[in-house]
């Protein structure tokens, strides 16, 4: 999806600016990308703390969803959007191949990392053999990052991911239970794998920490 893109999605952001006073921000059938670069700009004018509404509407198929953030940091609010922007619209910002480097891991990443972004480096370094399903990676995720990952959302964005991985999946059964595979017969999966596997190490010395 282009940043240009015109999409039938509606977004509303209701925030506090300042102590005391409520603005309403609307925006429509941008990308959601687009709505995403807006959302930042707004948050660059407003003093933290402050608590943020966003309502985002698919004009075509009447359906709606919403997230509400009370209190926190300005790099906090960005994170949660980016995440519930993911999970409303199924747009990807940033896959994590693009954003795994030769360089090694910033420890700075993993604040600003989404959970898919985790599920990817999950999914590239743990499954190089066989293949796996969304409570494998479910847990493997909570091991690696203390956190909880729910079954429906691992099965979720292993859908995204199947849809948007650049033929890097297999995906067998059908929705009652799908399992996927990496096509790690691919140079390009088995060079992101050796990246993913030292990301993944290096997140988990911090974690650690």
Known sequence: MNDGERTNYVYEFTYSSAPGLRE???????SPIEALDRFKKILSLTEAPFDFKILVSDATMGEESSFQVKGGSIEEMFAKFKVFL???????????VDEISET???????ESM?????????????????????????EIYEDSFSENLPKSTASTYLARMWN????HLERYGNRSGYTYRLKTEIKEVLRETERAEELLAAIQMQVRD
């Not at 989404?114 to 479910?138: C, P, R, T």
């Open 164 to 167: 948007h991985s650049k033929g």
């Open 86 to 96: 993911e999970t409303s619209t199924g747009c990807i910002f940033e896959e994590i």
């Open 104 to 110: 090694g891991f910033d420890e700075t990443r993993l």
């Open 114 to 138: 989404s959970n898919f972004e985790k599920m990817q480096v999950i999914i590239y370094a743990s499954f190089k053999h066989g293949k796996f399903s969304s409570l494998d990676v479910a």
């Open 24 to 30: 309403i921000f609307q925006c429509k059938y941008v």
